[in-house]
């Protein structure tokens, strides 16, 4: 662990946008978001004083590799590869992956239809991996952060965006009304779970809060207040 062992301060990564899990609040300047609310009511469970720090997604793993960041809490897919260099929470959201295109785009239906053509999605995410193994795409704009990677798409950059199916409907509602359309249907179902430094004694007590969190509706208030819906 780093020097912000568990006794004092920790420090804990997050996407600097990556909405409802986490972005930017435009009134208060500050990080808000499911993820940001769900890692502070953990942080309440356990009795952790922690500092946020948001940062490109791609940092967040080494980060916790070289024990920079205590723990990353960033819409971060569960997945054998990386659980080899760090630890994971239980999965906290089951989410998938989602093909956007503009609203006049009628050539594209499903990944494989993205033959030849030019993506833009985010670099080191689970939807560059799914890009890479099934679109044959003629070209893969990778960008560190979810503003470039849809502004592309929006400018007319690339055919298309391939990203996490709850921040495309976000996207959709927002910023990309009626510009946008999703097509085909969701890929890759993955959860989404906490990062930490190898053999760090946070999982077990991170784990035992989500389940207590889940116990008393805490979990279940969050997810409806940034989602809509019922777990
Ligand atoms: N869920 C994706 C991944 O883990 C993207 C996460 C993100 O961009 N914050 O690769």
Known sequence: MSSTAFAGKLV???DTN???FEFKDPDSGKHTGFDVELWDAIAKEIGAEYDLQPMDFNGIIPGLQTGQLDAGIAG???KPERAEVIDFSDGYYNSGLLILVRSDNEDVNK????AGKVV???LATTSADLVKERANAK???LFPNNDAMFMELLSGGADAVVFD???VADFMRKAGK????VVGPLYHGQAYGIGFPKGSPLVAKVNAALKSLKDSGKYRDLYIKWFGTEP
Do not use: A, N, Y
Request: charged letters at 25%.
């Open 165 to 167: 199916s709850p921040v």
């Open 76 to 78: 971060m897919t569960i």
């Open 12 to 14: 804990v990564g997050t």
């Open 18 to 20: 990556f909405p409802p």
């Open 111 to 114: 990944i494989e239809d993205l």
């Open 178 to 181: 009626g510009q946008v359309k």
């Open 139 to 141: 070209d893969v704009k």
């Open 120 to 122: 833009s999605t985010k």
